[in-house]
């Protein structure tokens, strides 16, 4: 059985990754985050993924994405 990281922040998201739509967010929101059908799903990571936590506040920070993948 795999190890699963938690962040080490107290569960709180760095505002650096809240400030505007990157590739990966943009691909986590289109595939409504399914990490069944994310690209990282192939790297093996043993964190525990903040990114449908991000969506939403990217949501509701600056809206919905323009385009998605």
Known sequence: ???VFYP????????SITQS?????IECYSIKCDC????LKNGHYS???QMP???D???NAIGHP???I
């Open 1 to 3: 059985m795999e190890d």
């Open 8 to 15: 080490q922040n107290n569960g709180d998201i760095s505002s």
């Open 21 to 25: 739509w990157t590739e990966q967010a």
């Open 36 to 39: 069944k059908q994310c690209s």
């Open 47 to 49: 964190f525990k993924c």
């Open 53 to 55: 936590k991000v969506i």
């Open 57 to 59: 506040i990217l949501i």
């Open 66 to 68: 323009q385009q998605a």
